[in-house]
């Protein structure tokens, strides 16, 4: 286990499609992040998880985001009735509870979806 | 909206001189973080200070924070081309969860 890793790298998709992508954080870390990023700025909150549970979700995921993560392993971000304003990088973090005040994030390397 | 902002939002510099990018955020923190991105790829973090620290050191990294302001710096000596890339500030807050949020980051350019 090296690292965080996100599948797919790159996902081209038409608008109105539904897209699903994977995160598998590092294996101690019981938590896990969902970032979206556009060109330019810095990466926005979307949700997070501790375990199994989602603890918080930003007002940014509107009702076509949603986000699991079945026994706390790995996450999926699945994204219905793709929109042309979807197109981002959707990046995914880990990190223990209690490192995060000392460690900071784990960061996988990110799925860039395009929305056509 | 995000917490941090980092000025300035660019930087060229030539190899071998220091490059100092600041951060400033707006409400109380239990940490900042440093990180690096890399065209295209995922974020590394290179550093993190508590609120209850004033100065932090990392290789050619040197990390700031005063609290009374509520801003941040970080300056990275001896810098090489290896060194361009974005980086961003990050605040973590207690909002009854920990989550972490980003500014609009700086981008370093360093030329050989």
């Known amino acids: 286990d090296t690292g965080v890793s996100q599948n797919p790298r790159h996902k081209i998709t038409k608008r109105g499609q539904n897209v699903t992508f994977r995160c598998d954080p590092i294996?101690?870390?019981?938590?896990l992040y969902w970032y979206r990023q556009t060109l330019g700025q810095g990466p926005e909150f979307l949700t997070y998880?501790?375990?199994?549970?989602?603890?918080?979700k930003s007002r940014l995921l509107s009702d076509r985001f949603s986000a699991e993560r079945p026994k706390g392993s790995f996450s999926t971000l699945e994204i219905q009735r793709t929109e042309q304003g979807d197109s981002a990088m959707y990046l995914c973090?880990?990190?223990?509870?209690?490192?995060?005040?000392?460690?900071?994030?784990?960061f996988g390397s990110g799925t860039r979806l395009t929305v056509v | 909206s995000q917490q941090g902002e980092e000025d300035p939002q660019a930087l060229s510099i030539q190899e071998g001189e220091n490059a100092t990018m600041n951060c400033s955020y707006k409400?109380?923190?239990?940490?900042l973080q440093w990180y690096r991105q890399n065209s295209g790829r995922g974020l590394v973090h290179l550093i993190l200070i508590r609120s209850n620290e004033r100065e932090k050191h990392s290789g050619r990294l040197r990390v700031t924070l005063d609290t009374s302001k509520k801003s941040s710096s970080l300056l990275i000596t001896a810098s090489r081309a290896a060194d361009t890339a974005s980086y961003f500030c990050a605040t973590d807050h207690n909002t009854g969860g920990f989550k972490t949020i980003f500014g609009a980051g700086t981008r370093l350019f360093v030329k050989a």
């Open positions: 294996s101690e870390h019981n938590r």
């Open positions: 998880f501790q375990n199994e549970a989602q603890l918080e």
């Open positions: 409400t109380s923190i239990n940490n």
């Open positions: 973090a880990s990190s223990l509870v209690a490192a995060s005040a000392n460690y900071g994030y784990t």
